[in-house]
Nanobody, 124 residues
């Protein structure tokens, strides 16, 4: 059993920064790829970023590459998403998730545990 709790969301002006955190419980945390997804109202949940079990590989959606950075601290069971140069179109609920398989880290269907989400709102 894994529990994921996100924090760090909020309201920020365009061009600003936020750092999201995801606290994970469970002894197997360090064995799995972790991902961040987001969902805007009326939209499907979409991939944002993912990081392999040891941090050696990272993956980003094209829309955030160069602006967002994913990282993890396995000793603390934490995953982070540093978001810079935020845009109004980044407004969404952001979810942390644990990958079940070792297949495509960009597919939400490959993830079996999800947090409750944290709201990010970027004003223009």
């Amino acid at each position: 059993q894994v529990q994921l709790v996100e924090s760090g969301g909020g309201l920020v002006q365009a061009g600003g920064s936020l750092r999201l955190s995801c606290a994970a419980s469970g002894r197997t945390f360090s064995s799995y790829t972790m991902g961040w997804f987001r969902q805007a109202p009326g939209e499907e949940r979409e991939f944002v970023a993912a990081i392999s079990w040891n941090g050696g590989n990272t993956y980003y959606a094209g829309s955030v590459k160069g602006r967002f950075t994913i990282s993890r601290d396995n000793a603390q069971n934490m995953v982070y998403l540093q978001m810079n140069s935020l845009k109004p179109e980044d407004t969404a609920v952001y979810y942390c998730a644990k990958q079940l398989s070792h297949l495509d880290p960009r597919s939400r269907y490959e993830y079996d545990y999800w947090g409750q989400g944290t709201q990010v709102t970027v004003s223009s």
